[in-house]
């Protein structure tokens, strides 16, 4: 019953305007890195209020450029 609560209040905060910047979301109080897209059926984006959002992201850019380099 908690974690039904607990996922209720989670996709309350991801629905809310107010965390979305544009096409970016920031919510220090959500600690998921993933987060469904205002539109759900659209996907998932990342909490960019989540430090690991960050790492994650510069981790797929550096793969991306180090293998244009080795091609």
Do not use: C, Q
Not at 32 to 47: A, C, E
Not at 58 to 70: C, E, G, N, R
Request: positive net charge.
């Amino acid at each position: 019953m908690k974690k039904e609560f607990e996922r209720e209040i989670l996709d309350t905060m991801s629905k809310d305007p107010g965390n979305w910047k544009g096409a970016f979301y920031f919510n220090k109080k959500d600690s998921r890195i993933l987060v469904p897209k205002l539109i759900p059926s659209m996907g998932y984006t990342l909490n960019f209020a989540h430090p690991v959002s960050y790492i994650g992201l510069i981790s797929i850019l550096l793969i991306v450029i180090i293998s244009a380099f080795i091609n």
